[in-house]
């Protein structure tokens, strides 16, 4: 089945600074990456998410890349704030199923 | 839209009973999936559900399933529990045809003791 790796585990980042997350996936038919973020005590929220037809998406301050050839895609956040602090969640699924696997999830923290 | 709503919030059992939980889709979406949230394992899928049909399965035991109605309501039954079922189930419903965006509930807090 599909395997989902995800780094760091925790960043910590000055408030203003960028932060990067990056996944690799195992499964070559893997075709959907959804990235969640999850406040504590919330409930995942999507964020952002790129399908495999694509190399790159951009939504204000959040941006995703897909490497199909070598099987990962990164978060990016630029100018980062603290409400930005959270667990964040990559995952991807496989085929037309709405089936994920999900990362272990990286606690970002953005300090003052 | 009301968003993906799910009951009971919080549930406290003993070893050895069982529960059923509940979660209400977005309106119109037909997929509904479930997933169990603990700090060791992180996010795992359970199931889902589609058009009463489950069309996937995770890999947990047989004591874990579910069902789902024709208005896409969507209930897991987990029987004799143990301790380490204790986790944070969330549901995300999505309309269904895949590669779609899964919207999750707030998801029911059980607590094993």
């Known amino acids: 089945g599909e395997n989902v790796e995800q780094h760091p585990s925790t960043l910590s980042v000055q408030e203003g600074d960028s932060a990067v997350i990056k996944c690799t996936y195992s499964?070559?038919?893997?075709?959907?990456f959804p990235w969640y973020k999850q406040e504590l005590g919330k409930r995942p929220q999507l964020i952002i998410d790129?399908?495999?037809?694509?190399g790159e998406k951009k939504d204000q301050r959040i941006a995703v890349t897909l490497n199909k050839t070598a099987k990962h895609f990164s978060l990016h956040i630029t100018e980062t704030q603290p409400e930005d602090s959270a667990v964040y969640f990559c995952?991807?699924?496989?085929?037309?199923?709405?089936?994920?696997?999900f990362g272990t999830g990286t606690r970002l923290q953005v300090t003052l | 839209k009301a968003g993906v709503t799910q009951t009971p919030r919080y549930l406290i059992k003993t070893r050895g009973q069982q529960v059923t939980l509940s979660c209400s889709p977005i309106?119109?979406?037909?997929?509904v999936s479930w997933y169990q949230q603990t700090p060791g394992q992180g996010l795992q899928f359970l199931f889902e559900y589609f058009s009463e049909t489950q069309r996937n399965k995770g890999n947990f035991p047989g004591r874990f399933s579910g069902r789902q109605f024709s208005n896409s309501r969507s209930e897991m039954n987990v029987s004799t529990l143990e301790l380490g079922d204790s986790a944070l189930y969330l549901c995300?419903?999505?309309?269904?045809?895949?590669?779609?965006?899964?919207?999750f509930g707030p998801g029911t807090r059980l607590l094993v003791l």
């Open positions: 995952a991807a699924n496989t085929g037309t199923a709405s089936k994920l696997t």
């Open positions: 995300a419903s999505s309309p269904g045809t895949g590669r779609e965006t899964q919207y």
């Open positions: 499964d070559s038919a893997s075709n959907y």
């Open positions: 790129i399908r495999s037809n694509v």
């Open positions: 309106s119109g979406h037909r997929s």
